[in-house]
């Protein structure tokens, strides 16, 4: 780390953070130089990051802390640049979505997709993600070796959300290639995949609207896209744009996330075979198991992208009107401050909050889904497969980008008992 000091006091010139098995060093280096610390990224961005608990808490519940598209424009151009670039794949280059509006606009428009995320719609994806689970899981007893990612987790992740958002399933792999190079910074098809992705929903779009006039209601056809547009056509309370972007929003931060929240139980819980013992012996361990991976190595690392909209103070520190804000859910999730012992994984751990959902009117709204889909893959495997190891170095996992923390594949001796 490089730093050194300008009118605004001291800015640390912050590398790529290592997409590695353990990272989390880093991120301790960190929080101990302050509550809030000032950096430069690699592209060169300005960024306050916040890397402490009670500091993110007082950061995600402030009026001022915005995620506006038009505050992000306005920061980037305090610091004489332009463009989308500083946002993310998810929230920042697409407007008028959840991730890039506050309140009141966003309050309108998550009390409409809440209403389409009903409790219902979530039971009955249930048993398909029991069946798929356990075909997945048949399917891998043919071989004595498999991935982990590509074998089993990134099928779960993928065909859940486009069986609740209603992707036909032969669109599915086109809609798969173009969701990776988006979320792999620096992909040189990034931007051509956006734009693919953006067509392919307002297609869809169009063709379930079709379905609807037609005559099938939206609870006939339960996905999760036809309820929206009824939503947006009955009583015009989202834009055709904003309905675009939301199904954009829910497609892409509905699998990925997922996919790595299921590879990175499956590789600590390997890691740890007392701790896979537990759960072996008693199954009703699996939630606590799932919301301790959450806390120890959740699959966010970096979405809470924000900008002042006025001059605020956070842990004593002045933040000016128009600049950036991150909070590091990882680095506030092993917390000393917060959590004993942090950097223990321990599934009976008693967690009456972590981060990895974050906080606030932002707090994910799939929160749901990802646990369903998450204790029902990882519970079934460990059972299934419970001596399985990897089959390569744990530092030898391949690991994701920095949008998403997960391992780009799991390769693993299954050992079948
Ligand atoms: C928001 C994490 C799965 C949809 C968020 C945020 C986090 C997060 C940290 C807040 C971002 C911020 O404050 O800037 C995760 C993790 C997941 C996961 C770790 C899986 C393990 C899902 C799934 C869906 C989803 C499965 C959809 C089906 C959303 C949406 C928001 C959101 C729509 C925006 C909510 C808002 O701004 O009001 N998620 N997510 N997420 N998530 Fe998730």
């Known amino acids: 780390m490089k730093i050194s000091t300008d009118s605004r006091g001291e800015i640390i010139d912050l590398p790529p ?21 000032r950096i430069r990224n690699p592209v060169g961005t300005e960024i306050y990051l916040i890397t402490r608990w009670a500091e993110a808490v007082e950061a995600l519940g402030h009026p001022h802390i915005a995620k506006g598209f038009e505050h992000l424009q306005y920061a980037l151009k305090a610091q004489g ?36 995320f009903t409790p219902r719609r979530l039971e009955q994806l249930r048993a398909s993600v029991e069946q798929l689970v356990d075909s997945l899981i048949d399917r891998m007893r043919t071989g004595a070796e498999a991935d982990l990612i ?31 190079s988006v979320m792999t910074p620096g992909h040189p098809d990034q931007e051509k995949s956006l734009a693919l992705l953006q067509t392919y929903i307002a297609k869809l779009i169009d063709a379930k609207r079709e379905a609807l006039v037609e005559g099938a209601s939206p609870d006939e056809q339960t996905d999760l896209l036809s309820a929206l547009i009824a939503a947006r056509d009955s009583s015009n ?34 890691l740890n075979p007392d701790q896979r013992q537990l759960l072996v012996d008693d199954p009703s361990l699996i939630k606590n198991a799932i919301e301790e991976t959450l806390r120890y190595d959740g699959s966010v690392p970096y979405t809470t992208f924000r900008a002042t909209s006025a001059d605020v103070t956070i842990g004593g520190t002045e933040i000016p009107h128009g600049s950036f804000v ?17 950097n223990r994984f321990d599934i009976r751990r008693q967690i009456r ?48 980008g920095t949008v998403i923390r997960g391992a780009r594949s799991l390769p693993v001796r299954l050992n079948e008992p």
């Open 237 to 270: 309370a989202l834009t055709t744009d904003e309905l675009r972007s939301m199904s954009y929003l829910l497609l892409i931060a509905g699998h990925e996330t997922t996919v790595g929240l299921i590879g990175n139980a499956l590789l600590h819980l390997m």
């Open 150 to 180: 590509a074998d089993f987790a990134y099928p779960i992740g993928i065909t859940t959300i486009c069986m609740m958002l209603g992707v036909p399933e032969e669109d599915r792999l086109h809609f798969r290639q173009q969701a990776e």
């Open 326 to 342: 991150q909070i590091v859910l990882p680095a506030l999730n092993r917390d000393p401050e917060r959590f004993d012992d942090p």
């Open 17 to 37: 953070l290592p997409s590695t098995l353990n990272p989390f060093p880093e991120y301790d280096k960190l929080r101990g130089k302050g509550p809030v610390v």
């Open 81 to 116: 640049r332009s463009g989308p670039g500083a946002g993310t794949p998810i929230g920042g280059t697409v407007a008028g979505n959840l991730l890039n509006t506050d309140p009141p606009d966003h309050t309108r428009l998550r009390s409409l997709v809440i209403l389409a």
């Open 353 to 400: 909050q972590h981060m990895a959902f974050g906080h606030g009117v932002h707090f994910c709204l799939g929160s749901h889904l990802a646990r369903l889909e998450a204790q029902t893959a990882v519970g079934r495997l460990v059972q299934a497969f419970p001596k399985a190891e990897l089959n390569c170095k744990p530092e030898d996992v391949p690991w994701l």
